[in-house]
């Protein structure tokens, strides 16, 4: 399960001139979105973290406690890159071969207070001709639940406070429903043998594994996970700008 599988944005090879975006043009427009942070490895955008960090308190208010205070905070850069033929111009089509970003670029921002997980707050640049001129104040805040600093965990978070439970055949469904509740859950859907279900963001592991300890009829219980398109090379990368 996920929040979507968006097709690429549109791919590079598809359009004309400089209508792409490489690897390096992409970091560079990253640090320049904070020119005043740009050339301090300690400063941060303070602003924008603080915006991910209220989200996060109010994500955890909502099930009746408060938000350890965050020990730090970090930004990163979660891209999909591919190797292309690009065309040098529109009046020179010869093309060449080179890397490309084939997604629009995220920026994961990685705030660490202790929990079972790390607080992640994702926001999409947003393509609007070659650029996004409103980036990073007017896009969305995702609320992520970051396993570890590993690539493969920054790439692909989990969706904060979001679980897939398998059920056993033959359980009772108003049963289910009632002790999914009592161990503190929300928004409960049965699917089958499968139920989604909410529950405190950032500490999913532990949640999981109480369901899969007291109650005899959770087959299985995961948190709900990103699921990223892997059919081109050399693939996504995660790259910590601050």
């Known amino acids: 399960m996920s929040e979507g599988m968006p097709l690429p944005w549109p791919f590079p090879w598809n359009l004309p001139g400089r209508a792409w975006a490489t690897a390096a043009e992409i970091r560079s427009k990253a640090l320049s979105t904070f020119p005043d942070k740009a050339t301090s490895a300690e400063a941060e955008p303070t602003a924008f973290i603080e915006e991910v960090h209220l989200a996060a308190t109010e994500a955890y ?44 670029p995220e920026f994961l921002f990685v705030l660490d207070a202790g929990l079972d997980c790390l607080i992640g707050g994702t926001v999409t640049w947003q393509q609007n001709g070659l650029g996004d001129p409103g980036f990073p104040e007017k896009n969305e805040i995702l609320l992520r639940s970051v396993q570890t600093r590993r690539e493969r965990d920054l790439v692909f978070p989990k969706i904060a406070g979001s679980l897939i439970i398998g059920i056993e055949p033959g359980s009772n469904e108003a049963e289910i429903e009632r002790e999914l509740a009592s161990a503190g859950l929300r928004d409960i859907a049965m699917q089958e043998f499968m139920v989604t279900a909410s529950c405190t963001p950032f500490v999913e592991p532990q949640i999981c594994k109480r369901l899969e300890t007291e109650l005899p009829f959770v087959k299985y219980a995961e948190p709900n996970g990103v699921i990223r398109l892997i059919d081109f090379s050399p693939g996504w990368a995660a790259k910590r700008l601050l």
């Open 61 to 104: 208010k909502n099930f009746g406690v408060d938000l350890p205070e965050v020990k730090s905070s970090e930004l990163y850069l979660i891209e999909g890159i591919a190797k292309v033929s690009i065309p040098e111009t529109v009046a020179n089509p010869c093309v060449r071969t080179g890397l490309a970003v084939i997604y629009p």
